[in-house]
């Protein structure tokens, strides 16, 4: 996720002279600074930015705490933003006392730029203040602000939905091959559906049990499958589903 922050950054108008990085190997340092064209340098460098992105995994994180606990860098103004899943901005507060701090959970398709990027913002942050974060966070997508407290049900709906989609996605496919079409057309046709099912919805402002209506016909093929769905309690399963990631990121935390 830290490279496609970077790579979307660079690729919608920041400069590489604007932007340095560290990383932990020789040869990831000389991989982003060959691809990238930007600066690779130390930790303590990086935090003395104006804009500090947090970006390790979380794990690795008290790591970077004992590095710059007694550096100086911790005491620069500025704001600090973390991508990190699990760390709370107070913890965040304490490393860069002097910084605000912006905690932000991205999902994967923010390497396309298709991203939902859940923001929770610093309250003592100014509106100029939010929307700079907010400009920078989307070149990975679309940016929604809302309460710290309400990070780990983000984690469980968007941060792992692209799993959830993609396993139906898998299943679809599967599915046309069933009936008798070829693996390509298959997935031509369920990509297109979904994405346009999605527009559709979003587009026309339609309530989805509304759409799915107009699609079933009396005694139609849409109404049979419906059956099938409402039987195996696909709605129940998939609110259990989002349920259980949930409570398993309380429990991480
Ligand atoms: N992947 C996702 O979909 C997703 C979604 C939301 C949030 N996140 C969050 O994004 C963060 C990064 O995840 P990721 O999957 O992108 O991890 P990653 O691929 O391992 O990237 C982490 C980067 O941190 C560097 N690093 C490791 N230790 C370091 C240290 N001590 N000092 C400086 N740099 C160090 C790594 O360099 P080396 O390779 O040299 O070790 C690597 O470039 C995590 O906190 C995760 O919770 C990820």
Request: charged share 15%; hydrophobic share 45%; glycine share 8%.
């Amino acid at each position: 996720m830290a490279e496609a922050m970077l790579s979307r950054l660079l690729a919608n108008g920041y400069g590489a002279n604007q932007v340095i990085v560290s990383a932990r190997s020789p040869e990831r340092q000389a991989y982003l600074h060959s691809t990238y064209g930007v600066t690779v340098a130390s930790n303590s460098d990086v935090a003395a930015a104006h804009t500090v992105i947090l970006a390790v995994k979380p794990q690795v994180f008290s790591e970077i705490e004992s590095e710059l606990a007694d550096s100086s860098v911790v005491q620069h103004p500025g704001t600090v933003l973390s991508i990190m899943a699990g760390i709370p901005s107070a913890r965040l507060r304490r490393l860069f006392p002097q910084r605000l701090t912006f905690r932000a959970m991205p999902n994967t398709p923010a390497q396309v730029g298709a991203g939902v990027i859940a923001l929770a913002t610093d309250s003592a942050a100014t509106e100029a203040e939010v929307v700079a974060v907010k400009e920078l966070l989307s070149v990975l997508g679309e940016v929604v602000v809302l309460r710290e407290n309400q990070m780990d049900a983000v984690t469980a709906l968007s941060g792992s939905g692209p799993a959830f989609i993609a396993l139906i996605v898998e299943a679809l496919c599967d599915a046309g091959v069933a009936v008798g079409l070829s693996r390509s057309l298959t997935q031509t046709l369920v990509y297109g559906t979904i994405a346009g099912t999605v527009k559709l919805l979003d587009e026309r402002e339609i309530h989805p049990a509304q759409l799915k209506d107009a699609v079933t016909s009396p005694a139609g093929t849409t109404i049979a499958g419906i059956e099938v769905l409402e039987t195996a309690g696909v709605r129940g399963t998939l609110i259990q589903t989002v349920k259980a990631a949930y409570q398993r990121a309380q429990a991480l935390n």
